[in-house]
Each structure stands twice: as structure tokens, then as C-alpha cells.
């Protein structure tokens, strides 16, 4: 009897327990319902309030934006020219910030410090609108990088310091290739400002210590290589000869067996030479190719066009403001008048 009641005790535990969780489903998807329903709830009276006051907002909106256009038309046409460039020695960190400093210059209407920087006269400057430089994101600049680090640290320092790491610290200012963007109201101003900025860097003493110090390791390494390639050259040469030569030689008996194990062993000697000619010329290729890229500070890749070309007007900034204030202002006002509305309700009640 006591078995039965234990077996019934079990049976009323796992009821309840049941209960339990099928109470919890039921809340969970009941949840769920509500969420859902207050959303489509919420989404309908923003249709309500959208259809009752849609007159209303197209009005701000056209206001606003021909009061945008009419901003617009009266700052002119705006023109646009670019300059890619490729810095060398770390400089791109330098470049940033002068561009920057240059755009401060526009921004505060440094009129003075733009015409002695780039000696161009005051219409001139006045007419620059915005300086601005971007990075040309290359996933190979990253992995290049990251090779010339694996190689110039040793096997401990590199474990500690993974590929996915170097890829998160990687910095913009340390991509190959930037293009800088000048926007200004005379179409003809760009030509004069591009010498300006290279040279900027290019004079920077620091750069072109680091330029020279480069140079000469580049010569130095270059003249090594080349002598190295003409002592292999040399001594394939008298390689070959010394073959010609036993080859010439009349061997009679086991003598014919030694002078061709000596042909043979001269001929492996010219394929080693000739496999360490041709890693000597990789290596002239890739410093020739070294010298190429490094030759300046900074390459220019582009330059400035001689005439800038205009900016889509559907792109000016006034248009888009016009009519994102005139709907915000709009939206302030309705809501202004429908809690006025209800706080007058609510003391009448």
C-alpha cells in the first residue's frame, strides 16, 4: 500500500510540474502576442497622425527646401578636384594633419594664413570651401604590412602579436594609397595647391633624414648584390671552361668513369651558381623596385586637375537641411498644439 501511495505522490509531482511549465509557454507566447500587438497598435496611430497632418508636413518640406535651394543658388557653384598620393616613411600621419589644419584655416575664414601658405590671392582664398583626405582601404596593404613585421622581429615577439591584432590596430594613416579632396568656388584655384601640400612634407627635416638614410642603405645593398652577381658570373664562367677542358681530354679505361664523375660534379656546381644568380636577381629586381617606390617622400599618383568639376547639386547640404528643419520644426509645432490641447482637457475635467 505504501508502494501505491509513493507511485501516486510521483504521478500528482509530475502533473504539477507539467502545469508549470505549460503555464510558462502560455505566458511566454501571450508575452510575445502583446508585443507584437502593441507594436501594430503603434504603428497604425503613426499612420494616423502622418494622414491627418500629411498636408501640413509637404508644405514644410517644400518650404524648406526651396528656402535650401535659395542658399544654395546664392553660395554659387561648387567645384571639386582631387589628389591621390602615396606616402613613404610614415608620412601619412604628417599629411592628415596638415590637411586638417588647412580645413581649420577654411573653416574660421583664415583668410591671411591661406593666402601666405599657398601664395594665392584673396578671392582666391576665399573661394576654398573644405579640405579634406580619405584612405583607399586595401586588405593587401594589411597583409604586406604585417609580412615586413613578421621579418624584421624574431619568432617570440610574433606570437604575441597575431595577424588579427596587427589588423585591428592597424591604422588608416598606414594604407598605400589617399586621395585628397579640395572643394572651393573657383574652378582654377586647385593647380596652385598641390605643390603646396607635397612640398609641406617633403621639407619636413625629419622626412628627409629618414629619405636618406633609406637611399643610401637602398645604394649600398644594390652595389653588394650587383658584385655578388658578377663574382657568380665569374665563377660560372670558369666552371664551363674547366668542363670544355676535360671534356677535351681523351680517357681510355676506368679514366673515362672519372672524368665524367668530374663533368658531373662541375655541372651541379653551375646548376647551384645558376640557382644563386637568379635569387641575386630577384633581389636587384625587388631593391630596383624599392628604390622606384621610395624615391619620394610622398608620390603622387594623381595630380590636381587645371579646372575642378562642379559638385551635383543634388549633393549641396542646404537642400537636405531645409527640408529635414522644416519637418522637425513642423513636428515640434503639432506636438506643441496637441498638448496644449490636452492639458487644456485635462483642467477643464
Same mark, same amino acid.
Given at each position: 500500500?505504501?508502494?501505491?501511495?509513493?507511485?501516486? *505522490?510521483?504521478?500528482?509531482?509530475?502533473?504539477?510540474?507539467?502545469?508549470?511549465?505549460?503555464?510558462?509557454?502560455?505566458?511566454?507566447?501571450?508575452?510575445?502576442?502583446?508585443?507584437?500587438?502593441?507594436?501594430?497598435?503603434?504603428?497604425?496611430?503613426?499612420?494616423?497622425?502622418?494622414?491627418?497632418?500629411?498636408?501640413?508636413?509637404?508644405?514644410?518640406?517644400?518650404?524648406?527646401?526651396?528656402?535650401?535651394?535659395?542658399?544654395?543658388?546664392?553660395?554659387?557653384?561648387?567645384?571639386?578636384?582631387?589628389? %591621390?598620393?602615396?606616402?613613404?616613411?610614415?608620412?601619412?600621419?604628417?599629411?592628415?594633419?596638415?590637411?586638417?589644419?588647412?580645413?581649420?584655416?577654411?573653416?574660421?575664414?583664415?583668410? *591671411?594664413?591661406?593666402?601666405?601658405?599657398?601664395?594665392?590671392?584673396?578671392?582666391?582664398?576665399?573661394?576654398? %570651401?573644405?579640405?579634406?583626405?580619405?584612405?583607399?582601404?586595401?586588405?593587401?596593404?594589411?597583409?604586406?604590412?604585417?609580412?615586413?613585421?613578421?621579418?624584421?622581429?624574431?619568432?617570440?615577439?610574433?606570437?604575441?602579436?597575431?595577424?588579427?591584432?596587427?589588423?585591428?590596430?592597424?591604422?588608416?594613416?598606414?594604407?598605400?594609397?589617399?586621395?585628397?579632396?579640395?572643394?572651393?568656388?573657383?574652378?582654377?584655384?586647385?593647380?596652385?595647391?598641390?605643390?603646396?601640400?607635397?612640398? %609641406?612634407?617633403?621639407?619636413?627635416?625629419?622626412?628627409?633624414?629618414?629619405?636618406?638614410?633609406?637611399? *643610401?642603405?637602398?645604394?649600398?645593398?644594390?652595389?653588394?648584390?650587383?658584385?655578388?652577381?658578377?663574382?657568380?658570373?665569374?665563377?660560372?664562367?670558369?666552371?664551363?671552361?674547366?668542363?670544355?677542358?676535360?671534356?677535351?681530354?681523351?680517357?681510355?679505361?676506368?679514366?673515362?668513369?672519372?672524368?665524367?664523375?668530374?663533368?658531373?660534379?662541375?655541372?651541379?656546381?653551375?646548376?647551384?651558381?645558376?640557382?644563386?644568380?637568379?635569387?641575386?636577381?630577384?633581389?636587384?629586381?625587388?631593391?630596383?623596385?624599392? %628604390?622606384?617606390?621610395?624615391?619620394?617622400?610622398?608620390?603622387?599618383?594623381?595630380?590636381?586637375?587645371?579646372?575642378?568639376?562642379?559638385?551635383?547639386?543634388?549633393?549641396?547640404?542646404?537642400?537636405?537641411?531645409?527640408?529635414?528643419?522644416?519637418?522637425?520644426?513642423?513636428?515640434?509645432?503639432?506636438?506643441?498644439?496637441?498638448?496644449?490641447?490636452?492639458?487644456?482637457?485635462?483642467?477643464?475635467?
Amino acid at each position: 500500500m505504501s508502494a501505491n501511495k509513493k507511485n501516486t *505522490e510521483e504521478e500528482v509531482d509530475l502533473g504539477s510540474l507539467f502545469v508549470i511549465i505549460g503555464k510558462g509557454f502560455s505566458n511566454f507566447f501571450n508575452f510575445i502576442g502583446s508585443l507584437f500587438k502593441n507594436l501594430f497598435h503603434l504603428i497604425i496611430l503613426l499612420l494616423l497622425f502622418l494622414r491627418s497632418h500629411f498636408v501640413k508636413f509637404t508644405i514644410a518640406a517644400v518650404i524648406g527646401g526651396f528656402s535650401g535651394a535659395f542658399f544654395d543658388f546664392n553660395k554659387g557653384k561648387l567645384y571639386r578636384s582631387y589628389l %591621390k598620393v602615396q606616402p613613404n616613411f610614415g608620412s601619412g600621419e604628417y599629411l592628415y594633419t596638415n590637411i586638417r589644419y588647412y580645413n581649420e584655416l577654411v573653416v574660421h575664414r583664415n583668410i *591671411e594664413e591661406l593666402m601666405r601658405i599657398f601664395n594665392i590671392s584673396e578671392p582666391e582664398a576665399l573661394s576654398l %570651401k573644405s579640405f579634406r583626405i580619405e584612405d583607399i582601404e586595401d586588405p593587401n596593404d594589411i597583409v604586406e604590412s604585417y609580412d615586413k613585421l613578421v621579418k624584421a622581429v624574431d619568432t617570440l615577439t610574433i606570437k604575441n602579436y597575431p595577424y588579427q591584432k596587427f589588423n585591428k590596430n592597424f591604422r588608416i594613416t598606414n594604407y598605400r594609397t589617399h586621395v585628397i579632396y579640395v572643394d572651393a568656388t573657383d574652378n582654377k584655384v586647385f593647380i596652385k595647391l598641390g605643390d603646396v601640400i607635397i612640398s %609641406k612634407v617633403n621639407e619636413n627635416p625629419y622626412f628627409k633624414e629618414v629619405k636618406k638614410l633609406n637611399d *643610401e642603405n637602398l645604394n649600398r645593398l644594390d652595389s653588394t648584390l650587383k658584385n655578388n652577381l658578377k663574382q657568380v658570373d665569374s665563377l660560372r664562367k670558369t666552371y664551363i671552361r674547366v668542363m670544355i677542358e676535360e671534356s677535351k681530354k681523351d680517357f681510355k679505361g676506368t679514366n673515362i668513369d672519372l672524368g665524367n664523375a668530374a663533368n658531373n660534379r662541375y655541372s651541379g656546381n653551375e646548376i647551384e651558381l645558376f640557382n644563386v644568380e637568379n635569387q641575386i636577381n630577384s633581389r636587384l629586381k625587388a631593391v630596383s623596385d624599392q %628604390k622606384a617606390r621610395e624615391s619620394q617622400i610622398i608620390n603622387v599618383i594623381t595630380g590636381f586637375k587645371p579646372v575642378g568639376y562642379e559638385v551635383n547639386p543634388l549633393s549641396r547640404k542646404y537642400k537636405v537641411l531645409g527640408v529635414l528643419g522644416a519637418l522637425i520644426l513642423m513636428l515640434g509645432l503639432i506636438l506643441l498644439k496637441d498638448l496644449n490641447k490636452y492639458l487644456e482637457n485635462y483642467k477643464s475635467k
